[in-house]
Every structure is written in structure tokens, then in C-alpha cells.
């Protein structure tokens, strides 16, 4: 497998890492993503890695690195699904990954990107800091 | 003649058992064991008893030395009788004394059965001594044993039971933290609140630090690592219960939580409620005690 397939819903795009990462294959995603990106005209970027049992620090940053270049070109990235095992792993490497938003599964990051404009506004509100 | 210290110390068993056993008891009882009340007098006897047949069939086996196999009923119901006595909280001077008090008991015994041979004597009072203070180095050394594999599985108890992780509401935790948080405790919190978001598909978790009586900058740096680690989980974290004295030696120390942080439970927990669209709301004017007791 020499590419991770991107999938567009609505004007989101839908990316399941379901293979081991290895560093080419998060370059060659990174390229793709920022592309459909562009191409698609996509406002939020899901990334479903819950299928990720092992994560180094080349691929939290080509999480921070994806996020990035997303907000450049007005996309939100969420990433979706991570393990505890991984999350553990990525917060002991020093990757707290803050360019990022986070979900539980799917469907919350799904819910999280459609409604982010919303969200935003109710945040303001009822924060209470 | 050699020295054949296990020939004596059967022969003197055999034909001496019962002296040997009531100057023994007579010993220990001297010596105060029984009155911490932890043990009963016969029951020490049966013990001791248990004791003498093994170590006679030790020294039939032909040798003094404690590791042959002979000597395995005696290791074993000594290292018995050391790990329940370590349980039950006798000292390990009391433990260790019924083993060395023997000594004394069969070195008199030996005395008065042969008290012409004095070469013979000294060299099975020699071997004698050691073979006992083996079974004492044996016996102390379960006690301890015992007493490390008690003091770990404590430990190990008491760091489960000072991080449970508490469903307050739909997609709402609580993780009330009790003790010093070092790293050790940090890995097992943090375990614990990410397995507990996903299995509860929690959106916020509320870590209430009431509990914990200090915060310098490695406990913040740890609290922060759960709450980035619940970050990127999809959990958002609030922090709550800092108490004004630790508030204030935050300060002075420099120490920054970049995260939300309240001062009580119940002000983090109405945030949660608000942050999902939920409001807490009076129905109906409250009633008196009384009635509330009764209905």
C-alpha cells in the first residue's frame, strides 16, 4: 500500500490510518492531504487513527505539521480515536500536539467540524472563566 | 571418635524428646512470648513439637547441613510459622527466638548426656550452634520476605484506591485525587482516567486535587501531562479543589497550570453541565428537613 486513501464528505475530508505508519507513507499523506485540501475545497480535516497501536515522534509531527498547514488553507484538523496506550506514549515524547483538535470517535469529530462555528459562539458563552 | 553432631542431636531426640520440649516451652515462656496474647500456650507446644519430630528426621538424613533435602519438612514448616507469625504482627525478635532459644535447651541437654567427652562436646555444640543459627538466618529471612510482599501488595492497594475514577454525569468524570502524585501514581492515574474515557465516552473530566497536600512544579508538570494526555483522547480537562494556602505557594513557586481550573467540585461540575448545555434549576421552593425525611 503505497498511499492512505482520503476519503470527502460534505466538505470534510475523511483520512483512516489503518496500516503502521512508516516515514514515507506520512510524507506521501501529508503531500495528498494538503492537495485534496486545496482541490476539494474542504473546511475540516478528520483524522481516525484509532487503529494506531504504535506512534513514534515523526508521526506526531506529521499530525502538528498536517494541523498546521491545514489552518493555513482554513481547514480544521481533528484527530479522532486515539488509544490511551498512544496518548500516553505521545504526552511522555513531549507531543501534546496543541495545534490539534481532539475527539473520542468518529462521529464527535464528525459533529465537532460541522458545528464549529456554533460551538465557537457557545464557548464564549457559558465558559464562565 | 569424629564428631558426629546429627548422631547426637537424634539420639538425644529420641531418648530425650519430652525434657528437650518442656525445657524449650519453659524458655520461651520465660522469654515473654506469650504475653503479647497473640499466641496460646498449647499452641506453641504443637508447634514446637512439629518442630523437634522434623528436625530429628533432619539429623537421621545424616548430615548437619540445612540445605540437604532431609531438612526440607523443617524449611518448610518453619518458613510456615514465619510467614504467619509476619502477618500477624508477632516482633521479629519473638519470631527469631523461637528458633534460637532452642540452642541453649539442647546444648544443656547434650551437656548432661555426655559430661566426660569434653572434645566431643565442644565440637557437636560447634556444628549444633550453626545448623540453629541457620534455622534462625532461615526463619528470619521468610519473616522479612513476608513483610516486604505485605508492605508492596499495601502499597499497591492504596495507590487503586486513591484513583477512582467517578462518573458524575452522561460524558462527565471525576477523578478525585488523593496523596502526593509522583510519577509512578501519575502512570496509574492517567491509565485509569483514559480507559475510563473510552469505555464512558467522556467529553470532560474533572480532576479535584483536594485531596493532594502539596503542588510544586513536578506535581503540576504531571497534572498537566494527564490533562494533555486527556486532551488528545477528545476529553477536555478541568482542575478544581486548589486550596488558598497551595494556590499561594503556586504563585510563589512559579508553578502555571494552563488549564481551567475552579476552586470547588461543584463550581468545576456546574462549568461541565454548562460547556454541554445542561443548567442544574430549582423545580419547585425546597422543602422543610422534616418533610424531606419523610418523603
Known amino acids: 500500500m503505497d498511499r492512505i486513501p482520503i476519503l470527502k464528505l460534505g466538505n470534510a475530508l475523511l483520512v483512516t490510518i489503518q496500516v503502521d505508519m512508516h516515514d514515507r507513507l506520512a510524507t506521501a499523506l501529508e503531500e495528498d492531504l494538503t492537495a485534496r485540501i486545496v482541490s476539494a475545497g474542504a473546511r475540516g480535516v478528520l483524522i481516525d487513527i484509532s487503529a494506531l497501536e504504535v506512534v513514534d515522534s515523526f508521526i506526531g509531527r506529521m499530525l502538528d505539521n498536517i494541523a498546521a498547514v491545514s489552518r493555513i488553507l482554513d481547514a480544521d484538523t481533528v484527530v479522532v480515536g486515539m488509544r490511551p496506550a498512544v496518548a500516553i506514549t505521545l504526552v511522555e515524547l513531549g507531543l501534546s500536539l496543541t495545534g490539534v483538535k481532539t475527539a473520542l470517535n468518529v462521529e464527535r469529530g464528525m459533529s465537532m467540524i460541522s458545528g464549529l462555528g456554533r460551538l465557537a459562539a457557545l464557548d464564549a458563552d457559558d465558559d464562565g472563566e | 571418635m569424629a564428631p558426629d553432631a546429627h548422631k547426637a542431636i537424634a539420639e538425644l531426640l529420641a531418648s530425650q524428646e519430652d525434657h528437650v520440649l518442656r525445657e524449650w516451652l519453659r524458655q520461651l515462656k520465660e522469654d ?15 508447634q514446637c513439637t512439629q518442630i523437634l ?3 530429628r528426621q533432619g539429623a537421621q538424613g545424616g548430615t548437619v547441613d540445612l540445605s540437604n533435602a532431609a531438612y526440607e519438612p523443617l524449611r518448610d514448616t518453619l518458613a510456615d510459622l514465619s510467614r504467619s507469625r509476619a502477618l500477624q504482627g508477632f516482633t521479629p525478635r519473638e519470631t527469631a527466638m523461637l528458633v534460637l532459644s532452642l540452642k541453649e535447651v539442647l546444648f544443656d541437654a547434650l551437656a548432661r548426656q555426655h559430661p566426660d567427652d569434653a ?8 556444628q549444633i550452634g550453626l545448623l540453629l543459627d541457620r534455622l534462625g538466618l532461615h526463619t528470619m529471612e521468610v519473616f522479612q520476605q513476608s513483610r516486604e510482599e505485605l508492605i508492596v501488595r499495601q502499597q499497591q492497594e ?17 477523578l478525585p485525587l488523593i ?19 473510552v469505555q464512558q465516552g467522556a467529553e470532560i ?17 504531571h497534572l498537566l501531562k494527564t490533562v494533555a494526555a486527556a486532551r488528545l483522547m477528545g476529553a477536555d480537562c478541568i482542575i478544581s479543589g486548589i486550596r488558598p494556602q497551595i494556590a499561594q505557594t503556586m504563585v510563589h513557586l512559579g508553578v502555571e497550570l494552563t488549564v481551567v481550573s475552579k476552586a470547588t467540585l461543584a463550581d468545576a461540575f456546574a462549568l461541565a453541565l454548562a460547556r454541554q448545555g445542561r443548567a442544574v434549576v430549582k423545580v419547585r421552593p425546597a422543602a422543610p428537613a422534616a418533610d424531606a425525611a419523610r418523603t
Not at chain 2, 572434645?119 to 560447634?126: D, P, Q, R
Not at chain 2, 484506591?161 to 468524570?173: A, E, F, G, N, Q
Not at chain 2, 502526593?180 to 475510563?196: F, G, K, P
Open chain 2, 32 to 46: 515473654g512470648t506469650l504475653d503479647s496474647g497473640r499466641i496460646r500456650e498449647n499452641e506453641q507446644a504443637v
Open chain 2, 158 to 174: 492504596i495507590s487503586e484506591l486513591s484513583t477512582p475514577v467517578i462518573k458524575l454525569w452522561d460524558r462527565v468524570l471525576a
Open chain 2, 205 to 221: 473530566a474533572i480532576i479535584d486535587i483536594t485531596g493532594v497536600p502539596t503542588v510544586d512544579t513536578l506535581t503540576a508538570q
Open chain 2, 119 to 126: 572434645t566431643f562436646l565442644a565440637k557437636a555444640t560447634n
Open chain 2, 179 to 197: 496523596g502526593t502524585l509522583d510519577s509512578q501514581r501519575t502512570q496509574v492515574v492517567m491509565e485509569n482516567l483514559l480507559e475510563s474515557i
Open chain 2, 53 to 55: 519430630r522434623q528436625l
